[in-house]
Structures are given as structure tokens and as C-alpha cells.
């Protein structure tokens, strides 16, 4: 993946992938990467999800990638698509939506989405009620946190691999409503509460 963002001198061999993603979309890259690892580069690929609103599906097209998941294209596919993209968008001027354009596009290359759950989109909720209890909460109540940042290296958990174990927290530091929170490895018999 390339993270230096447009660079119109990338001949194939340094870039992989292209990412797209809403603007509030926030990605996890080394899940990224290991999803994208399991399919090949060199070939013509449209990896993302459909929305889960099945009403937009309808709408638009059980075939498209929305951004607010992301999608992602190989790099074949993604210089096949800039090639074709006037003749694309003269194809299509009466389509709306950067998403809806672009799946259109690759359609028309013969590429279909290849469906990838771990791009769907996660849907922000608000608290109804408050938390009570909270694993990592450390004497304090989280009812109130706005910020959360995680000081911890990145650590992708393979549950089959690690037997269903699953990491555990502290909380380093609290000020006003933010918490600073870091991952480590459970404890042998530590009991979640």
C-alpha cells in the first residue's frame, strides 16, 4: 500500500493497492494488509462490501463497494479504470456518487466486487444507558469518554492460533474526558471483569 498518497510516477512495481475510504473511516491497517494479502496484486481485483443498508443496496447496486467501508482496487484494476475513465463518464453522466461511478466503471471492465466482510462499514452508536461495569476501566466509570487512544503497538489477535485468548487493558492515564488506554497480553489466569 502506498501511504504518500497521489503520486502520478508509480510504474506498478512499488504500489499494490489503492484505498478508498470516507473521510470519517477509520482503518486498522495491519487487518488491511492481511486481508489484501490473501488475494493477488497482479490481477484485476475490487475488494470492499456492500452497505448494510439494504434499501441502498436496491437503490444503487448489490455489486458496489460503498467507501464508507472502504474498497480497495489492485493496481491493475486501478490503471485499467484511470485509462477508461473520460470514456467512463461519458458513459455514465447521469449517475451521482463517486461509488456508484466507479463500480459502474469496473463493471464495465468485466470485474465484479469481490465481497470482503472485514471492509464493512461499523456503525457509530451513542450510550442509551449507562455502562455499569467496564473491563478496563480501572476504578473509573467510562460513561463520559469522548477520546480514547490506544498507546500499544499495533497486535493483529489470531484466535485459533492464540486459543480464543483475548487481549487486556489498562488504563494509563485519565484527563478530563479522554483516556489513555494500553493493550497487552492477558495474564495467565486474569479474570475479565
Not at 439494504?54 to 480497495?72: I, L, P, Q
Not at 461519458?90 to 464495465?108: E, H, M, N, T, V
Amino acid at each position: 500500500m502506498d501511504g504518500q498518497g497521489d503520486r502520478g510516477d508509480v510504474q506498478g512495481g512499488e504500489v499494490r493497492w489503492y484505498v478508498m475510504t470516507d473521510d470519517d473511516t477509520v482503518l486498522f491497517v495491519d487487518n488491511l494488509v492481511g486481508v489484501l494479502s490473501k488475494y493477488d496484486h497482479n490481477k484485476y481485483f475490487y475488494v470492499g462490501m456492500n452497505s448494510e443498508c439494504f434499501v441502498c443496496n436496491v437503490v444503487h447496486s448489490f455489486g458496489m463497494a460503498f467507501g464508507g467501508g472502504g474498497y480497495a482496487l489492485s493496481y491493475p484494476l486501478a490503471k485499467a479504470v484511470a485509462e477508461n475513465m473520460d470514456l467512463c463518464l461519458k458513459r455514465y453522466p447521469f449517475l451521482y456518487g463517486s461509488d456508484l461511478i466507479l463500480q459502474s466503471c469496473i463493471a464495465d471492465l468485466g470485474v465484479s466486487l469481490t465481497q470482503e466482510p472485514v471492509l464493512g462499514r461499523v456503525t457509530a452508536y451513542r450510550r442509551a444507558s449507562p455502562w455499569g461495569l467496564s473491563v478496563c476501566r480501572g476504578g473509573r466509570s467510562p460513561d463520559n469518554v469522548t477520546v480514547i487512544r490506544i498507546l500499544s503497538p499495533s497486535k493483529r489477535l489470531d484466535w485459533q492460533r492464540d486459543g480464543g485468548k483475548r487481549e487486556c487493558c489498562d488504563v494509563d492515564e485519565v484527563d478530563a474526558d479522554a483516556l489513555q488506554v494500553k493493550l497487552r497480553d492477558c495474564g495467565a489466569n486474569e479474570i475479565l471483569l
